[in-house]
T-cell receptor, first 112, second 117 residues
Framework: SQQGEEDPQALSIQEGENATMNCSYKTSINNLQWYRQNSGRGLVHLILIRSNEREKHSGRLRVTLDTSKKSSSLLITASRAADTASYFCATDRDYGSEKLVFGKGTKLTVNP | GAVVSQHPSWVICKSGTSVKIECRSLDFQATTMFWYRQFPKQSLMLMATSNEGSKATYEQGVEKDKFLINHASLTLSTLTVTSAHPEDSSFYIC?????????????FGQGTRLTVV
């Protein structure tokens, strides 16, 4: 069954704007990861946040994690057309497991 | 980060034939690799776990006789779709995990687009 659920399912913004995507999950996790997928391509790992962390930054990316609400958000600041892709959150299916359960993803379109 | 190479990136085959997809970890050894399947506009679903030197473990609902997995070495896992049918058309992605204490980070191949005609 799906562990993560992202919203919105699709997001369209203008270049320079910020994009926020949310992910909710159902069970206890060891960590949560965000991935990016360009159309028809493989997944690129963006960032991993551990269950004892609340916020993490990487370049223009900011990830938050609220384990009490079982939710995470991915913020992309100053978006670029090249950020157009689908973004997925993934959690370990069983605590500490290498098996990942993916959300349905958010399709982000950044218009030039 | 670590590199996982998947080949081929796309393949078209006739119904009834078999297709082999390779997944290689290029700069690290992976005792465990994972095979996922992704339908258009949907998320990735784990199909099976490939274990080096032992049998793969399949997720519920995945036919082990149809999706043959071989993990012959620490850097190579193969997925063979046997007697392929149009409903097997999908995007198949492999991943390999590297333990980066205390986390395990997964690296994904480029994916293989399979079209069965």
């Amino acid at each position: 069954s799906q562990q993560g659920e992202e919203d919105p399912q699709a997001l369209s913004i203008q270049e320079g704007e910020n994009a926020t995507m949310n992910c909710s999950y159902k069970t206890s996790i060891n960590n949560l990861q965000w991935y990016r997928q360009n159309s028809g391509r493989g997944l690129v790992h963006l960032i991993l946040i551990r269950s004892n962390e609340r916020e993490k930054h990487s370049g223009r990316l900011r990830v938050t994690l609220d384990t009490s609400k079982k939710s995470s958000s991915l913020l992309i600041t100053a978006s670029r057309a090249a950020d157009t892709a689908s973004y997925f959150c993934a959690t370990d299916r069983d605590y500490g497991s290498e098996k990942l359960v993916f959300g349905k993803g958010t399709k982000l379109t950044v218009n030039p | 980060g670590a590199v996982v190479s998947q080949h081929p990136s796309w393949v078209i085959c006739k119904s009834g034939t078999s297709v082999k997809i390779e997944c290689r970890s290029l700069d690290f050894q992976a005792t465990t690799m994972f095979w996922y399947r992704q339908f258009p506009k949907q998320s990735l679903m784990l199909m099976a776990t490939s274990n080096e030197g032992s049998k793969a473990t399949y997720e519920q609902g995945v036919e082990k006789d149809k999706f043959l997995i071989n993990h012959a070495s620490l850097t190579l896992s193969t997925l063979t779709v046997t007697s392929a049918h149009p409903e097997d058309s999908s995007f198949y992605i492999c991943s390999a995990a590297t333990p980066i204490f205390p986390d395990t980070e997964a690296f994904f191949g480029q994916g293989t687009r399979l079209t069965v005609v």
